[in-house]
């Protein structure tokens, strides 16, 4: 569905992104593990077009998206749940979720319930504040206010950033919850463990190159990765 | 929206009083109009309150243009004094009657284009505007892409450029000599009705998916990108809107105050402004509405500091521009110790002044308590 070949992105005089190819099947969850400064994130953000690349080539079905803004980018079906969140503080959850859906005309009704299906809280919560919203919550309304764009593929950056790890259970299993519904996810982690347990396929990066490839489960029993990430 | 407002899910309060407070508005509104038809028939009040009443809807308006773009939509822009002089020389030079026009230019004989305009006073107020929101367009295309203090400075030169443009374009705005006679067509009818036209547009707009965006980029730039929405087509609309708003209060003004210069718009104008809108509350309608009548009554009250007075044992005696001075004080107690403005980001609600209204016993109660501590943790 997407096919990452041979990018490469630079900050100024650093190179964050070192010539890195991979790919993300239609149907699958697909993650991206590494430590901080890995390039996991900017990784990410060029694929929606808020940062530019230098060279390389980015594939949306086929069609090249590479250079495109990311307004376009956005309406083609991909959608990113930024890293921390990034919610909207004053907007309330309901507010959050419509404006999740600002590309869309139709009506919303519909997928504001399926969202408080899988999230009862929102639901609960839906007239106050995002800011006033626990970590968790606050997650749940970046899952829901993305999928409100009702996206072909969901890129996430790290979901579980300072969650406790009941929370952070819950959340993978919403993630695989959604996959189930067809959508295709692109997960970016630190906490390996977890990623690699819920993906289908996984990416190390390091240093802005990708080590190693390989499904979750290969992964998992890859001594390397047990070392670097898992603790042996 | 009906579908919202029988959720469960919301607090109790909220769904119990809808209908009551929504009673409690008409009535308090209703006495409004009625204290409005009095006081314009000249029965209750003067000339002089006549006309505080009528700057305060002036400002009223001028500040929600600004808090559309400073507290909606988180531009940090000060040119609203320059969208609101070309809104006031448009709208001055379609009314003013041609003899009076052609008497008043003796520095530079008039531009005879200029000479010819007239129109009735709505069409000159919209024209204002729209020249205003031209003006806000063309200016937005260099300005809007900076943010926070550059955006600030940016607008606030090129709301002097427009001053200076008008100061030095005699033929057609007689120049630093102003205009003079404009008439007095916006009587307290007209900045009323218009301050309640332009509150009922931004209460509904920000309900719409434009509101939602504007809000959205306040918030989080870069996430409200992510989701799709444009930036800079929304920095800009709610640019031009705030320029149009601003230029309708302008024209509004031109006719309220009857003669105006090029120093009347200047920057002291648009922190003026500024403060109403801090003081109201950034992102709240209802707030910036208040907060223009607040400062407006103000500062015609504290006019009798500036002819001496006594404070027990100590007498001041009289200073020209003490008023301004205590003034800023009020202000700056105000910045220190209630950022948030009356309202917040919230709208005003009968709920929410009953709320206020309930705490005060208490907040005494805790002011005291807590001086007793103090003085018993002493000793």
Same mark, same amino acid.
């Given at each position: 569905?997407?096919?990452?070949?041979?990018?490469?992105?630079?900050?100024?005089?650093?190179?964050?992104?070192?010539?890195?190819?991979?790919?993300?099947?239609?149907?699958?969850?697909?993650?991206?593990?590494?430590?901080?400064?890995? @390039?996991?994130?900017?990784?990410?953000?060029?694929?929606?077009?808020?940062?530019?690349?230098?060279?390389?080539? !980015?594939?949306?079905?086929?069609?090249?998206?590479? @250079? =495109?803004?990311?307004?376009? !980018?956005?309406?083609?079906?991909?959608?990113?749940?930024?890293?921390?969140?990034?919610?909207?503080?004053?907007?309330?959850?309901?507010?959050?979720?419509?404006?999740?859906?600002?590309?869309?005309?139709?009506?919303?009704?519909?997928?504001?319930?399926?969202?408080?299906?899988?999230?009862?809280?929102?639901?609960?919560?839906?007239?106050?504040?995002?800011?006033?919203?626990?970590?968790?919550?606050?997650?749940?309304?970046?899952?829901?206010?993305?999928?409100?764009?009702?996206?072909?593929?969901?890129?996430?950056?790290?979901?579980?950033?300072?969650?406790?790890?009941?929370?952070?259970?819950?959340?993978?299993?919403?993630? =695989?919850?959604?996959?189930?519904?067809?959508?295709? !996810?692109?997960?970016?982690?630190?906490?390996?463990?977890?990623?690699?347990?819920?993906?289908?396929?996984?990416?190390?990066?390091?240093?802005?190159?990708?080590?190693?490839?390989?499904? @979750?489960?290969?992964?998992?029993?890859?001594?390397?990765?047990?070392?670097?990430?898992?603790?042996? | 929206?009906?579908?919202?407002?029988?959720? &469960?899910?919301?607090?109790?309060?909220?769904?119990?009083?809808?209908?009551?407070?929504?009673?409690?508005?008409? $009535?308090?509104?209703?006495?409004?109009?009625?204290?409005?038809?009095?006081?314009?028939?000249?029965?209750?009040?003067?000339?002089?309150?006549?006309?505080?009443?009528?700057?305060?809807?002036?400002?009223?308006?001028?500040?929600?243009?600004?808090?559309? $773009?400073?507290?909606?939509?988180?531009?940090?822009? +000060?040119?609203?004094?320059?969208?609101?002089?070309?809104?006031?020389?448009?709208?001055?030079?379609?009314?003013?009657?041609?003899?009076?026009?052609?008497?008043?230019?003796?520095?530079?004989?008039?531009? &005879?284009?200029?000479?010819?305009?007239? *129109?009735?006073?709505?069409?000159?107020?919209?024209?204002?505007?729209?020249?205003?929101?031209?003006?806000?367009?063309?200016?937005?295309? &260099? $300005?809007?892409?900076?943010?926070?203090?550059?955006?600030?400075?940016?607008?606030?030169?090129?709301?002097?450029?427009?001053?200076?443009?008008?100061?030095?374009?005699?033929?057609?705005?007689?120049?630093?000599? %102003?205009?003079?006679?404009?008439?007095?067509?916006?009587?307290?009818?007209?900045?009323?009705?218009?301050?309640?036209?332009?509150?009922?547009?931004?209460?509904?707009?920000?309900?719409?998916?434009?509101?939602?965006?504007?809000?959205?980029?306040?918030?989080?730039?870069? *996430?409200?990108?992510?989701?799709?929405?444009? +930036?800079?087509?929304?920095?800009?609309?709610?640019?031009?809107?705030?320029?149009?708003?601003? %230029?309708?209060?302008?024209?509004?003004?031109?006719?309220?105050?009857?003669?105006?210069?090029?120093?009347?718009?200047?920057?002291?104008?648009?922190?003026?402004?500024?403060?109403?809108?801090?003081?109201?509350?950034?992102?709240?309608?209802? %707030?910036? $509405?208040?907060?223009?009548?607040?400062?407006?009554?103000?500062?015609?009250?504290?006019?009798?500091?500036?002819?001496?007075?006594?404070?027990?044992? +100590?007498?001041?005696?009289?200073?020209?521009?003490?008023?301004?001075?205590?003034?800023?004080?009020?202000?700056?107690?105000?910045?220190?110790?209630?950022?948030?403005?009356?309202? %917040?980001?919230?709208?005003?609600?009968? *709920?929410?002044?009953?709320?206020?209204?309930?705490?005060? &016993?208490?907040?005494?109660?805790?002011?005291?308590?807590?001086?007793?501590?103090?003085?018993?943790?002493?000793?």
């Amino acid at each position: 569905m997407i096919k990452v070949e041979n990018l490469c992105v630079n900050y100024g005089g650093i190179e964050a992104v070192k010539d890195i190819s991979f790919e993300v099947p239609e149907g699958e969850i697909v993650t991206l593990i590494g430590a901080n400064g890995a @390039g996991k994130s900017t990784t990410l953000r060029t694929i929606t077009g808020l940062v530019k690349a230098r060279s390389g080539s !980015i594939k949306y079905m086929g069609e090249e998206i590479l @250079g =495109k803004d990311t307004v376009s !980018i956005v309406s083609k079906g991909i959608t990113l749940v930024p890293e921390g969140r990034r919610i909207f503080p004053d907007l309330t959850v309901l507010e959050n979720l419509k404006v999740g859906a600002y590309l869309r005309k139709d009506s919303l009704e519909e997928d504001i319930e399926w969202v408080y299906s899988l999230f009862p809280r929102l639901q609960e919560r839906h007239w106050q504040l995002g800011g006033t919203l626990s970590g968790g919550e606050q997650q749940m309304l970046a899952v829901g206010r993305a999928l409100m764009s009702r996206p072909k593929i969901m890129m996430m950056d790290e979901p579980s950033l300072g969650l406790a790890p009941l929370v952070v259970k819950d959340i993978f299993d919403i993630i =695989k919850e959604i996959n189930k519904r067809g959508v295709t !996810i692109l997960l970016i982690e630190q906490n390996a463990n977890m990623a690699l347990h819920t993906a289908d396929q996984g990416y190390v990066m390091e240093t802005g190159r990708i080590t190693l490839s390989g499904t @979750g489960k290969e992964l998992l029993e890859n001594s390397a990765v047990k070392e670097a990430y898992l603790g042996k | 929206m009906s579908k919202e407002s029988k959720s &469960p899910y919301l607090p109790a309060t909220t769904q119990k009083h809808k209908g009551l407070s929504r009673t409690l508005s008409i $009535v308090v509104l209703a006495a409004f109009a009625v204290f409005l038809y009095m006081a314009n028939s000249g029965k209750i009040l003067g000339s002089y309150e006549l006309r505080i009443i009528r700057l305060c809807g002036v400002y009223a308006i001028a500040a929600l243009s600004m808090n559309l $773009v400073n507290g909606f939509t988180g531009q940090f822009s +000060l040119g609203q004094a320059g969208f609101m002089a070309i809104g006031a020389y448009v709208t001055s030079l379609f009314i003013i009657p041609t003899a009076q026009k052609t008497a008043m230019y003796y520095v530079e004989p008039i531009a &005879p284009w200029v000479e010819s305009l007239q *129109a009735p006073f709505i069409v000159a107020l919209i024209i204002g505007g729209l020249v205003a929101a031209l003006a806000a367009f063309l200016i937005g295309f &260099p $300005v809007l892409r900076l943010r926070g203090d550059y955006l600030a400075i940016a607008t606030l030169g090129f709301s002097e450029i427009i001053r200076i443009f008008i100061t030095n374009m005699i033929p057609i705005t007689n120049g630093s000599l %102003g205009l003079k006679n404009i008439p007095d067509t916006a009587n307290v009818w007209w900045t009323t009705i218009a301050v309640a036209i332009v509150v009922i547009f931004m209460l509904r707009l920000m309900k719409t998916s434009y509101g939602r965006s504007f809000k959205a980029i306040r918030d989080d730039d870069v *996430a409200a990108e992510a989701m799709g929405i444009s +930036l800079f087509r929304h920095k800009m609309l709610s640019f031009v809107i705030g320029g149009f708003l601003a %230029g309708i209060s302008g024209g509004l003004l031109a006719s309220v105050v009857g003669a105006i210069t090029p120093i009347y718009f200047r920057f002291t104008l648009a922190y003026e402004i500024l403060l109403i809108v801090v003081l109201g509350g950034q992102g709240s309608i209802t %707030g910036s $509405v208040v907060g223009a009548c607040i400062l407006t009554v103000a500062r015609e009250w504290l006019r009798f500091m500036d002819n001496g007075f006594s404070i027990g044992p +100590l007498t001041v005696p009289p200073i020209a521009g003490m008023r301004m001075l205590v003034f800023s004080i009020l202000l700056m107690i105000i910045i220190l110790f209630y950022r948030r403005g009356l309202f %917040g980001s919230n709208e005003f609600s009968w *709920a929410g002044l009953l709320r206020v209204i309930k705490s005060i &016993p208490q907040g005494i109660k805790r002011l005291f308590t807590r001086k007793a501590k103090a003085e018993g943790g002493g000793s």
